[in-house]
């Protein structure tokens, strides 16, 4: 990620302000204030519902805003809507992919719809083929492809036009864990190597914490909260400190003092909730000492971002901090 984190200070691939939309009277996006760094993997994380889909529609000029305004890279959505859709690529939660045509045949489609001449359209399809490893299924037709290799095929189709900015809107749904992992890796490369902008919506954490740089919380057509995923975990509680012991009697007499936390008589382990915080972790010594109890090996585990996500829109998780008065 440095090569994306060193472009990022370079310029702004996307930004919007004011954004708002509602069907029927009802608001689906009640405000929106983006800001994506160009050369990066930006992620909307949310729930079903939450306005992901409106906000990847109305960036990529599929649908118009109520209110707001947006450019992106450098075009305003509104007044230079052909520029914008010269610039940008977009994969959608279903297929697009034409399931009579062969693989090939798809991508040649889209060199076709692009305007590009025979000669470069089908280097630049020969090409797509190699990067996503689906040279040997060329001449098969689309509906033969597994789901992981259809969902690669999505993928490649929008980069026939070499976009700058990448719109991604479920990716990986469906696709069993390792094609997940495979199309993980291929959007990181288009980053690191092509300095792409991605833009992710998502409602996998996992996801999220595996490749994007800034990670933007939505519910109800809200964003809660912006930051990378390190930043946003120090934000809430969920954290836990992991003590493990030589013996019984030394778990037992520590879970005693402390009062708090889970043990587990197996392991010899006693894991207490905790904010990461320095003065956290020296009052776990603190007691510890004063109780004559020394622990064979002390870990800190950080928040998750299920623990970010849960609080942030109003599900927190059911932990609190040990007193140690």
Same mark, same amino acid.
């Given at each position: ?139 098969? !037709? ?136 320095? !003065? ?46």
């Amino acid at each position: 990620m440095a090569a994306a984190t060193a472009r990022a200070g370079l310029s702004t691939a996307i930004t919007a302000t004011g954004l708002r939309k509602s069907y029927g009277g009802k608001p689906v996006l009640d405000g929106i204030d983006l800001s994506v760094a160009e050369g990066t993997v930006f992620a909307l994380l949310g729930p079903n519902g939450a306005g992901k889909t409106t906000t990847v529609e109305i960036l990529s000029t599929l649908v118009a805003p109520d209110a707001g305004e947006v450019c992106v890279v450098g075009h305003d959505l509104l007044r230079e809507a052909d520029d914008v859709r010269a610039a940008i690529g977009v994969t959608g939660q279903f297929s697009a992919v034409d399931s009579l045509l062969t693989t090939e045949e798809n991508l040649i489609l889209m060199a076709d719809l692009h305007h590009l001449g025979r000669r470069e359209g089908r280097a630049r399809a020969r090409d797509l083929l190699r990067r996503f490893d689906l040279t040997e299924a060329a001449r098969k !037709p689309a509906r033969t492809l597994s789901g992981g290799m259809r969902r690669r095929l999505d993928l490649a189709m929008p980069l026939v036009g070499e976009p700058r900015v990448l719109f991604l809107d479920e990716p990986t749904t469906g696709l069993d864990p390792r094609s997940r992992r495979t199309v993980w890796e291929i959007v990181r490369d288009l980053v690191d190597d092509d300095g792409v902008t991605v833009f992710l919506a998502t409602q996998h954490l996992d996801e999220a914490d595996r490749l994007a740089d800034r990670i933007a919380v939505m519910d109800q057509g809200r964003l809660v909260a912006e930051g990378s995923a390190e930043e946003l975990k120090r934000r809430v509680p969920g954290g836990r400190i992991r003590l493990r012991f030589a013996d019984a009697h030394d778990l037992d007499t520590a879970a005693r003092r402390f009062g708090a936390g889970s043990c587990d008589s197996e392991a010899l382990t006693l894991d207490l909730p905790s904010d990461g915080s320095v !003065p956290t972790l020296r009052a776990v010594l603190d007691v510890l000492e004063a109780a004559s109890v020394e622990a064979e090996a002390l870990t800190t585990h950080p928040p998750g971002l299920d623990d970010v996500f849960h609080t942030l829109t109003g599900r927190p998780c059911p932990q609190r901090l040990w007193a140690t008065g």
